[in-house]
């Protein structure tokens, strides 16, 4: 499966949030390190009480956040499986995160935004600053940007985009504050235009928890590819990288050749806890740099000039590194 008519440079990590009405909620979370860089471990689809591998997986997040020195951790939905929280006491929260993410590096500030399981259970428990007096440091909203100096990530709710949802009978979902859908999704994808085009930061990552194109058992969201992908791709000078999170707990590389000088690319992650081995569809091998079923997490580390990638599994080991600087990108 090939990717056509796509003609931008791109930087995107996928999970999604909104906020309705308003400009996104900004937080500022400016690097440590003297020399501006940041460090930040990512990680989606987690929440199981320490089982499939979770522990694990956190155990081994623990040991490369001491190594890097992370400033801060990002989760790209379905942070509590399998229907989200239940109220603001849930004890789901401590058993799943806070007796999970006991590394002393682990205790940064960790931004959230919800996943499609986040959304099946009630939804104003995991936005509440609740939890935060629980765990102060737990963060989820829907929709907001936190600014790092040389970088700004711009978090979007993609739940909401998926028409399925709103269809399927099996689960039901919290559809608080969202409703009238159209509205909401509008405000989205205007508050997310506004903020790129407002963004002086030398780069831009959009975060959210479905992905954009996948070779992964869901496959392409359509919805995302036929109203949020068209904003990113007019914003094409000031992003140079696509890494987008994908929802089915595994993980993708894609690297996207367009015309001449300018690409697309997606760097897909979940893997948290539970994986699903072996689904993956057909997808062109020249554009599919690299593939992973398995559990672990993702380390982006982000200069003045350049991005270095790389993807852990559950024992540590670095299964795939990428990088980008202005003109080059770089796969190991």
Known sequence: MAIKNINCITILLAVYTVVV??????????PSKMDGSIDILVIGDWGRKGLYNQSDVAFQMGKVGEILDADFII??????????????????????????????????QWYAVLGNHDYRGNVLAQLSPALTQRDS?????????????????????????????????EHTYDWRGVLPR???????????DMALKESSAKWKIVIGHHTIFSAGSHGNT????????PI?????????????????????????????????????????????RGEINDWDSNEMKFYYDGQGFMT?????????VAFYDVVG???????TSKYTHMDS
């Open 232 to 276: 990113l791709e007019s914003k094409q000078v000031a992003i140079t990288v696509l890494l987008s999170f994908l929802h089915s707990s595994s993980f993708s590389y894609f690297m996207v050749m367009t015309f001449m000088c300018s690409q697309l690319q997606f760097l897909t992650s979940g893997g948290g806890s539970k994986a699903w």
């Open 21 to 30: 009405a308003a400009k996104l909620q900004r937080f500022d979370h400016l």
């Open 182 to 192: 159209e509205d909401y999704l509008s405000n989205v994808l205007k508050e997310v």
């Open 137 to 169: 440091k737990w963060l989820c909203l829907r929709s907001f940007i936190v600014n790092s100096g040389i970088v700004e990530f711009f978090f979007v709710d993609t739940t909401p985009f998926q028409d399925k949802y709103f269809t399927e009978e």
């Open 75 to 108: 989760s790209t939905g379905d942070n509590f499986y399998e229907d989200g929280l239940i109220d603001e006491e849930d004890p789901l929260f401590v058993e799943s995160f806070t007796d999970i993410y006991t590394a002393s590096s682990l205790q940064k």
């Open 222 to 229: 359509q919805e995302l590819v036929d109203q949020l992908l």
């Open 317 to 323: 080991k670095i299964l795939h590194t990428w990088s």
């Open 300 to 308: 982006l580390g982000i200069a003045e000039n350049e991005v270095n």
